[in-house]
C-alpha cells in the first residue's frame, strides 16, 4: 500500500461511492442494474424483477436515542428502505434486519426497538425474513435490507427524465430538518438544565417528520391506479436539491424549478424562522423527509393535475440549460447540490 | 416501557434471536423461508428462487485490523456470506456492500478494503450491485448482503435430516480458532516488545484459516456434477458442535459423531498442543472454518465414497437418541453446544 492518506472529507460520501464503483461492472445476466440508483434490480426469470436495497444507521451518526425513542427507530429504519423500494416504483415484500447492540442495551430496549420493526413490516406488509445479531463496541448498529418485487417495465429509474417533463414532489419539504433542529435544541436546554421539559408540544408536525417518517407507498399505488409512470423517480433523503442533481446527472438534463411552487408546511415555515434558517434553504438542503421526486411526461398532467398531495415544483430542461431556481421575484439563482455529509 | 432490565447476555446471540422472533410470521407467499436457515429463500414466480442472507462485522468484536491486513478483511466479509448462500446449495449472483468508516481511516485504506471485495467478487463470480457508504464513531462497519440462485427443487434447508442419514463435513476444522490464537498470542509479543518481529512462518496453514477463508463453493458445483443432493445443510461459522445442534433442531434428530473421523490439518493439531488447547474441543467449538456440515442419504455414499475432501464423521438418530461424540477409548460423551458468544 503507498503512504499516501487522503482524508475522505476530501471525496465526501458521493465522491467516495464514486471512486470505489468507477470500475465495478455487473457481470451476471441477472443483474439488471447495479450501483447508482435508490435500489439494485435483479431478474427473476419471470414477468418480475427483484430490487434491493439497503441501509446502515450507526447511532451518533444518524441517530440520537436521547430523543428518538426506540420503537420510533425501529419503524424509521424500516421505513427509509422501504422509501428505496417504492422509488423504483415496486412493491416491498421482504427484509432482513441486523442489529448491532452495545451492552448498554438490555432485552427490553432490544424489545422496544422490534416493536417498532414489527410495526413497520405489518403498515408496509412486508416480511421480517432474516438478518444477523451481534455485539457492537460502542452503541447501536442497524442495518436493513429491503427486497421488493416489480413488473420488469413498471420499474422507474433516475435516468428517465426528458426534457419538458413535469417535476413532480409529494408531500412537504425541509420539515425532517426542522424538526431535528428543534429536537437538538430541546436536547441542549435539557442538559444544561435537567429541570427544564422540554417545549415540544408546538412542534409535533416537524419532530413528527423527524422521528416517525411515512415511505410514500401510498402514493406508488395511485400512481398505478391512475394509469401514471413517472419517466424518472427517487426518494428525497438527502435534501431535494442533492436529489435533482442525481436525476439531472443520471438522466443528462437539466431542470428549473420555481420557489413559490416548493411545498412547505407552515408550522416547518414558521419554525424555520424562528430558528433563523432559511425556510427555502430547509426545503432545498433539508434531508430525511422521504418524500418522491418525481418526472412525468406532459400528457400525464391531467391524471395528476388535482392531486391534493403531489406537487408540480418545475420542469427538466436540456443538459447545457442548467439546474435552476427561479426564485418569487423571478431571478434564477443555480441550484448547489448540498446534500448530507456525515464525513 | 416497563422498569426490568435483563442482560443480553443473559440469553446469549441465539437465545437473543429466538426471543425476538418467536411470534414472526412470514405473510407473503413470496417468502418462502424466512428466518432460522442460513438464508431466506424468496420465490421469483420462474422455476427458480432468490436466496438472500446478510451478515454485519464490527471491528473490535469480529475483527482485529493490527493482524487482518484490509484487502483480507474484505475479502473475507464477502467470503462468509457466499457460505451461507453455498449452504442453501445455491450460487452467489448479487451482493451489496454497507461500510461505516470513522475518521481513522483514509481514501486509501477504503480503497484496500475494497480490492478484497472485488477480488472475491471475482472469485465466487457475483456483481457488487449496491450499498451504504457513511461515518462510524468507532472503526469499520461491514454489513453486507448476499443474493443467490437455486432451482426451487434443489434447495437444501437444515430441516430435512432423516435418521441413519450420514453426517459430512468438508474440509478441515479448527483451524480458525488455532489460527486466532496464534495471531493474538503475536499481538500480546508485539505489543509487549514492539522490537520483536511476530514468528508467524511456521503458522501459515491456521492463520491462513483465520484470515483468508473460502466459501466451498467448489462442493457445491461438484454435489451436483455427482448428483447428490444433501438432505440437510449448513455451514460451519460456528463451530461444528453448535451447528449439530442446529440441524438436529431444525430436523428434529439426534446424532452420534466419532472422534476419530473428525477432520483436523497437522498443523492446527500440534498448534493447538502447542497452545495446551484440547484439537478435539477446536475442532467442536472453533469457529469461523467456513466448511460445509451436511446430511446425506446412505444410498449417495457411494457417489462421495472417495472424495478427497468430505469426511464421514457420523450418521443421524432418532431424536430421543440425543447428540454424542463417541471418543477413541469407545465412550459416548454427550455433546454440548457452545458456539460463539460475543454478549
Chains 1, 2 share one sequence.
Not at 437539466?254 to 432559511?278: M, R, S
Not at 439546474?323 to 443555480?334: D, I, N, R
Amino acid at each position: 500500500m503507498s503512504e499516501k492518506r487522503t482524508e475522505i472529507g476530501n471525496l465526501g460520501e458521493f465522491g467516495l461511492i464514486d471512486h470505489l464503483n468507477k470500475n465495478v461492472k455487473v457481470k451476471n445476466a441477472t443483474s439488471v442494474k447495479g450501483i447508482g440508483d435508490d435500489a439494485a434490480v435483479i431478474d427473476a426469470g419471470s414477468e418480475n424483477v427483484k430490487v434491493v436495497t439497503t441501509d446502515l444507521l450507526i447511532e451518533g451518526v444518524h441517530f440520537d436515542l436521547s430523543y428518538m425513542p426506540l420503537p420510533h427507530m425501529g419503524f424509521k429504519a424500516v421505513a427509509v428502505n422501504i422509501s428505496d423500494v417504492a422509488a423504483m416504483n415496486a412493491v416491498p415484500k421482504q427484509i432482513t434486519v441486523s442489529i448491532g447492540l452495545s451492552n448498554r442495551f438490555s432485552v427490553e430496549a432490544v424489545e422496544a426497538l422490534y416493536e417498532g420493526i414489527h410495526a413497520a413490516c405489518e403498515h408496509y406488509g412486508v416480511d421480517l425474513v432474516g438478518g444477523d445479531t451481534t455485539a457492537s463496541r460502542s452503541g447501536l448498529v442497524i442495518s436493513i435490507t429491503a427486497i421488493g418485487e416489480a413488473k420488469k417495465d413498471e420499474v422507474v429509474y433516475r435516468d428517465g427524465a426528458k426534457a419538458n417533463d413535469i417535476l413532480c414532489v409529494t408531500g412537504d419539504l425541509g420539515g425532517a430538518l426542522v424538526g431535528l433542529q428543534i429536537l437538538e435544541r430541546e436536547k441542549q436546554v435539557f442538559l444544561a438544565n435537567p429541570e427544564m421539559k422540554p417545549e415540544l408540544d408546538k412542534y409535533t408536525l416537524v419532530t413528527g417528520r423527524q422521528l416517525r417518517p411515512d415511505a410514500r407507498m401510498d402514493i406508488i399505488h395511485e400512481l398505478k391506479e391512475l394509469g401514471v409512470k413517472p419517466t424518472s423517480m427517487m426518494d428525497i433523503s438527502d435534501g431535494l436539491a442533492s436529489e435533482i442533481f442525481h436525476i439531472c446527472k443520471a438522466s443528462n438534463v437539466g431542470a428549473t424549478i420555481y420557489e413559490d411552487k416548493l411545498p412547505i408546511d407552515k408550522q416547518t415555515f414558521d419554525t424555520a424562522v424562528e430558528l433563523n434558517l432559511d425556510p427555502i434553504t430547509c426545503v432545498l438542503n433539508g434531508g430525511e423527509d422521504y418524500e418522491l421526486l418525481f418526472t412525468i411526461s406532459q400528457e400525464d398532467f391531467p391524471k395528476l393535475e388535482k392531486h391534493a398531495d403531489i406537487h408540480f415544483i418545475g420542469h427538466i430542461t436540456k443538459p447545457e440549460e442548467g439546474k435552476y431556481l427561479v426564485t418569487k421575484s423571478g431571478t434564477a439563482v443555480q441550484i448547489k447540490a448540498q446534500g448530507w455529509k456525515h464525513f
